[in-house]
């Protein structure tokens, strides 16, 4: 059993700064990529950012220069720092990890946490 817990949204001004966190626990073995992803009213789910294992990141063109997603291995965490918000940033953020029980052998499963909800007014 794997579960992943957000924290971090909250009500902001435009131009300010939240900072998400998601912390993984339970069977983990190994971690593959984690990433951030959200969910505006009416629209599809989106990728914001991602990492790799390897500390390889990509953004969303609509985050770059704005958003920075990093983790801590040793914490099984993903964070995602948002400056310079816009309202429409405005959306439900969800991470995802990609995650398997044995550390060397074994296929990854995506789970998903359970959203954090980001308001950003103008």
């Known amino acids: 059993q794997v579960q992943l817990v957000e924290s971090g949204g909250g009500l902001v001004q435009a131009g300010g700064s939240l900072r998400l966190s998601c912390a993984a626990s339970?069977?983990?073995?190994?971690?593959?990529?984690m990433g951030w992803y959200r969910q505006a009213p009416g629209k599809q789910r989106e990728l914001v950012g991602a990492v790799t294992s390897g500390d390889s990141t990509n953004y969303a063109d609509s985050v770059k220069g704005r958003f920075t997603i990093s983790r801590d291995n040793a914490k099984n965490t993903v964070y995602l720092q948002m400056d310079s918000l816009k309202p429409e940033d405005t959306a439900v953020y969800y991470c995802?990890?990609?995650?398997?029980?044995?550390?060397?052998?074994?296929?990854?499963?995506?789970?998903w946490g359970q959203g954090t909800q980001v308001t950003v007014s103008s």
């Open positions: 995802n990890a990609a995650i398997r029980r044995y550390r060397f052998t074994g296929a990854y499963t995506d789970y």
């Open positions: 339970g069977s983990i073995g190994s971690i593959n990529a």
